[in-house]
Each structure stands twice: as structure tokens, then as C-alpha cells.
């Protein structure tokens, strides 16, 4: 199957993820029967069920859509989060079914489009959101797919024609290795998702046979000082692209950039942190050489607004400041604790963590204590498994113990109201990929009075 036209229905094992959830709805906008099934009900399923997309929660094949068993019209995307012992999933392969992952679907539907890619273990959700309303407000015809909530849009997909195609390329399972981009980039090449690749080498050289997926005659750009060829980007530094007389006014960036073509002066940028402005200077190096127009470049990043979860603030006065952020890897933590002591100098920090599965807390354990150790104080909630089993001894005191900060505490989520009530911060930052991103809104309703 190498085009996806005479299929009429697409079933998603795992829609609820935000991936997944940009695909339903692509194809829903296509004119396709989309359905699906996830785990459990989540704002991103709440929101596919309010655009008319069934979804189940119980993986038991009676439940599934009539139309969605006829073989001839149907394609099923599965996650490879997905257990091998899923009832659906056992169904739709033991009866032969056309079964796909999502980078492979991902991948037919960019092939033969110009694609722009961004990869990296950190920083291509908010850099591929800022690249695609970039193209967006520089009126390209373009087809996003975001890994994150892009604030502007409310939603993980742009749609705005199909003559270019933005998407995150997806490390976890090797799944960019589906991807044939014009225009890419690396953004980082930390060690992460060690419970598939065993060891970082491996890591690296799958970043390296993804880069070598670039054809002839298209552009590779690398963060500067990664063991890859390509242009470079940086900060202050000697990159091919780079940010140079930086300032901070009100919360907002100033900058220049130097570009391989001169010096192009006065960019402004709203999101804090230098791993943000970085991901500005990536988006911005891939749409120029897309051959975007640089005055309404600069004017498109200018009114950018974030990617929910990503350093959002939640609650901003001076009395209380709180900030929601994804952050599941140590080098992440350490990036939100920079950003926020540039942007609320001298104040205390009460940070509540969520580790996200056991295989990366017990791989990282020592870089996740020096990070968690950087903040005034440090409320811990239990590891959050996602897909794996308990692994002995890998555990949220564990982790605790190793952490050099006086002020630290394991609390339950189901408590976490009242613990941060008590603390009397000034700064709190929500970190982690699990469930307390559901508690997130809960946390502010509670704490606005207080601001």
C-alpha cells in the first residue's frame, strides 16, 4: 500500500496520544471514518470525541466500529506503546489486516511533499510548533503535525494546505527512520529511551542514519557541537545560525541573528530560557532556507505564544508564580530551572516532580538527583509506569535519598493541593509526562486566590 486514497477507514489503537490524536484528526478532515481506542478518557480523547471521532475504552473487539472490520477499507495505526497482548491489536494482525505504525503512516503521507523535519531527545516538540506557525503566518500552504498543543491554534495540527509538511520526528522505536525530510534538523542527541536502544551509541547512531535519510540536494541543520555534519545553530556562539546580542526586556527576548548571508537585527521572542531560544533559532534557520519571507518572519515569532505544557504559565502576578512543564528528562530540568531563575531572579522555587517510567529514572538516577537538587525545595510523587512494570528497587525514595536538598518530600498526587498550599512558595513548577499534567488545572483553581 503506497498511497492511502482507496482506504476509507482508519483505526487507531492508542488515539489518545499526541501523535496519534494529529493523525485522527487529519484524516478526519480528509473525509475518512477515523475511530480509535485509548486507555483511559484525557482532554486530547475529550477533544477527538467532540469532532464526532468515537473512541473506546476498553480494548475488548465487540466494541469496536462494524465499519472497522472490513478488511478491504481499513487501515489500523498502532503505537508501539501498545502492549503485543492487546486484544484489538492481536485481532486485527491474526486476521491479516493492512497494520501500521504511526511514523510509517507519517511517512506516506510526506512522501513525495517537501518535508521539514526536527529531531532531537529535547526540544523538537516546541521547535517544530514554532516552524509550523512560522509557515503558517508566512502564508506557506502547510500541513503540521505537532507533538505538543501549540497555544496559538489550540490544537496539535495546522492545516493550511499541503504543499509542505511539518512534523516531529520521533526518536522513541526508531520511528523517524520513516521519514525522507528535504529540510531537517538535530536539536539534540542526549542518551534517552535506553529500554529500546540499550546503550547511547546506539542512540547516536540512529540519529545518524536519520540524518543520512536527508537526500543530496536537501539541508541538514545540527545544534552546534554535535557529532553530526550539517549547518550549524547556537547561541553566542560560532554557528552557521546564531543569537547574538541577546537582551531580556520584560520577559521577552531581543536579539540578532547571524546567519551564513549577514546579520539580520532585531528579532523578539516571547518564550523564556535558552533551550527556547534556541528552538527559535532552529525554526527560524529551517524556514529561511524553506525560503520564507525574514520581515514576516520576525514578525510571526514575535507573536508566537508556546506549546501547552512547555514552560506554561499558569499563574503570573507577583505575588505567585506557577508553570506547568513537560520535563521528564534530567537535562530538561535542568534547561525549566535555568529559564526560571532568568526570569524570576531571587525567588523561591518549589518544584513537584513526577518521574515518567522506571527503566529512565533507574538509567538516570544520579543526573535526574543533580537536577532536582538545583531547586529550593522538591515535592516527589510516585514513578509514573506508562507502559513498563515495577522494576525492583527503582523507586520514587530511591531517587529521593540521592537528591541533595534539605527541603525534599515524597507526597501522593491525590494530595498535592494541600502539600503545595503549605510550602507558601513564590515560584511552583509542575514537571513531568504523566498524570500531573491532568492535575494541572485542578492545581490552579486552587491556588489563584492565593495570587
Same mark, same amino acid.
Given at each position: 500500500?503506497?498511497?492511502?486514497?482507496?482506504? /476509507?477507514?482508519?483505526?487507531?489503537?492508542?488515539?489518545?496520544?499526541?501523535?496519534?490524536?494529529?493523525?485522527?484528526?487529519?484524516?478526519?478532515?480528509?473525509?475518512?471514518?477515523?475511530?480509535?481506542?485509548?486507555?483511559?478518557?484525557?482532554?486530547?480523547?475529550?477533544?477527538?470525541?467532540?469532532?464526532?471521532?468515537?473512541? =473506546?475504552?476498553?480494548?475488548?473487539?465487540?466494541?469496536?466500529?462494524?465499519?472497522?472490520?472490513?478488511?478491504?477499507?481499513?487501515? =489500523?495505526?498502532?503505537? $508501539?506503546?501498545? $502492549?503485543?497482548?492487546?486484544?484489538?491489536?492481536?485481532?486485527?494482525?491474526?486476521?491479516?489486516?493492512?497494520?501500521?505504525?504511526?511514523?510509517?503512516?507519517?511517512?506516506?503521507?510526506?512522501?513525495?511533499?517537501?518535508?521539514?523535519?526536527?529531531?532531537?531527545?529535547?526540544?523538537?516538540?516546541?521547535?517544530?510548533?514554532?516552524?509550523?506557525?512560522?509557515?503558517?503566518?508566512?502564508?506557506? &500552504?502547510?500541513?503540521?503535525?505537532?507533538?505538543?498543543?501549540?497555544?496559538?491554534?489550540?490544537?496539535?495540527?495546522?492545516?493550511?494546505?499541503?504543499? =509542505?509538511?511539518?512534523?516531529?520526528?520521533? *526518536?522513541?522505536?526508531?520511528? %523517524?527512520?520513516?521519514?525522507?525530510?528535504?529540510?531537517?534538523?538535530?536539536?539534540?542527541?542526549?542518551?534517552?529511551?535506553?529500554?529500546?536502544?540499550?546503550?547511547? *551509541?546506539?542512540?547516536?547512531?540512529?540519529?545518524?542514519?536519520?540524518?543520512?535519510?536527508?537526500?543530496?540536494?536537501?539541508?541538514?541543520?545540527?545544534?552546534?557541537?554535535? $557529532?553530526?555534519?550539517?549547518?550549524?545553530?547556537?547561541?553566542?556562539?560560532?554557528?552557521?545560525?546564531?543569537?547574538?546580542?541577546? &537582551?531580556?526586556?520584560?520577559?521577552?527576548?531581543?536579539?540578532?541573528?547571524?546567519?551564513?548571508?549577514?546579520?539580520?537585527?532585531?528579532?523578539?521572542?516571547?518564550?523564556?530560557?535558552?533551550?527556547?531560544?534556541?528552538?527559535?533559532?532552529?525554526?527560524?534557520?529551517?524556514?529561511? /532556507?524553506? +525560503?520564507?519571507?525574514?520581515?514576516?518572519?520576525?514578525?510571526?515569532?514575535?507573536? %508566537?505564544?508556546?506549546?501547552?505544557?512547555?514552560?506554561?504559565?499558569?499563574?503570573?502576578?507577583?505575588?505567585?508564580?506557577?508553570?506547568?512543564?513537560?520535563?521528564?528528562?534530567?537535562?530538561?530540568?535542568?534547561?525549566?530551572? /535555568?529559564?526560571?531563575?532568568?526570569?524570576?531572579? +531571587?525567588?523561591?522555587?518549589?518544584?513537584?516532580?513526577?518521574?515518567?517510567?522506571?527503566?529512565?529514572?533507574?538509567?538516570?538516577?544520579?543526573?535526574?538527583?543533580?537536577?532536582?537538587?538545583?531547586?529550593?525545595?522538591?515535592?516527589?510523587?510516585?514513578?509514573?509506569?506508562?507502559?513498563?512494570?515495577?522494576?525492583?528497587?527503582?523507586?520514587?525514595?530511591?531517587?529521593? *535519598?540521592?537528591?541533595?536538598?534539605?527541603?525534599?518530600?515524597?507526597?501522593?498526587?491525590?494530595?498535592?493541593?494541600?502539600?503545595?498550599?503549605?510550602?507558601? $512558595?513564590?515560584?511552583?513548577?509542575?514537571?513531568?509526562?504523566?498524570?500531573? +499534567?491532568?492535575?494541572?488545572?485542578?492545581?490552579?483553581?486552587?491556588?489563584?486566590?492565593?495570587?
Amino acid at each position: 500500500m503506497q498511497d492511502l486514497n482507496h482506504i /476509507q477507514n482508519i483505526y487507531f489503537i492508542g488515539i489518545g496520544g499526541i501523535g496519534m490524536s494529529a493523525l485522527a484528526r487529519y484524516f478526519k478532515f480528509q473525509g475518512k471514518n477515523v475511530a480509535g481506542y485509548d486507555k483511559t478518557s484525557t482532554s486530547l480523547t475529550r477533544m477527538l470525541e467532540a469532532e464526532d471521532i468515537v473512541v =473506546v475504552y476498553d480494548e475488548k473487539m465487540k466494541l469496536v466500529p462494524a465499519e472497522f472490520t472490513d478488511k478491504e477499507n481499513t487501515l =489500523v495505526v498502532y503505537t $508501539p506503546a501498545v $502492549p503485543a497482548a492487546h486484544e484489538q491489536l492481536v485481532y486485527f494482525k491474526n486476521n491479516n489486516f493492512n497494520l501500521k505504525k504511526r511514523a510509517a503512516v507519517l511517512g506516506l503521507i510526506s512522501k513525495g511533499k517537501t518535508t521539514l523535519a526536527v529531531a532531537g531527545t529535547h526540544g523538537k516538540t516546541t521547535t517544530t510548533a514554532i516552524l509550523g506557525h512560522l509557515l503558517k503566518e508566512t502564508n506557506a &500552504k502547510v500541513t503540521g503535525f505537532l507533538g505538543g498543543i501549540s497555544e496559538d491554534i489550540q490544537s496539535n495540527l495546522i492545516l493550511k494546505g499541503d504543499e =509542505v509538511i511539518v512534523v516531529e520526528a520521533d *526518536e522513541f522505536d526508531r520511528s %523517524f527512520l520513516h521519514l525522507s525530510p528535504n529540510i531537517a534538523a538535530v536539536t539534540s542527541m542526549d542518551a534517552d529511551h535506553l529500554d529500546i536502544y540499550g546503550k547511547k *551509541e546506539e542512540l547516536e547512531n540512529t540519529f545518524r542514519q536519520f540524518a543520512r535519510r536527508v537526500p543530496e540536494n536537501g539541508t541538514l541543520f545540527v545544534k552546534n557541537g554535535l $557529532p553530526l555534519n550539517g549547518i550549524t545553530f547556537g547561541i553566542e556562539d560560532n554557528a552557521d545560525y546564531s543569537a547574538q546580542n541577546i &537582551k531580556i526586556e520584560n520577559g521577552t527576548y531581543h536579539f540578532d541573528l547571524k546567519t551564513p548571508n549577514g546579520v539580520i537585527e532585531d528579532f523578539k521572542f516571547n518564550l523564556p530560557g535558552k533551550h527556547n531560544l534556541l528552538n527559535a533559532i532552529t525554526a527560524l534557520a529551517m524556514a529561511i /532556507q524553506y +525560503g520564507s519571507s525574514i520581515p514576516r518572519l520576525a514578525r510571526a515569532l514575535y507573536s %508566537f505564544k508556546g506549546v501547552k505544557r512547555r514552560f506554561s504559565y499558569k499563574i503570573k502576578s507577583d505575588k505567585l508564580v506557577l508553570i506547568d512543564d513537560y520535563a521528564h528528562h534530567p537535562a530538561e530540568i535542568a534547561a525549566v530551572n /535555568q529559564a526560571i531563575r532568568e526570569m524570576h531572579p +531571587g525567588k523561591k522555587v518549589l518544584a513537584v516532580f513526577q518521574p515518567h517510567l522506571f527503566s529512565r529514572t533507574k538509567d538516570f538516577v544520579d543526573d535526574f538527583a543533580e537536577s532536582l537538587s538545583l531547586f529550593d525545595e522538591l515535592m516527589l510523587l510516585d514513578i509514573y509506569p506508562a507502559r513498563e512494570l515495577p522494576i525492583e528497587g527503582v523507586t520514587s525514595s530511591w531517587l529521593l *535519598e540521592k537528591i541533595q536538598n534539605s527541603n525534599k518530600k515524597l507526597i501522593q498526587i491525590e494530595n498535592i493541593i494541600e502539600e503545595i498550599k503549605s510550602s507558601n $512558595p513564590e515560584v511552583v513548577v509542575l514537571m513531568g509526562a504523566g498524570s500531573i +499534567g491532568e492535575e494541572v488545572e485542578s492545581v490552579k483553581n486552587a491556588l489563584q486566590d492565593e495570587a
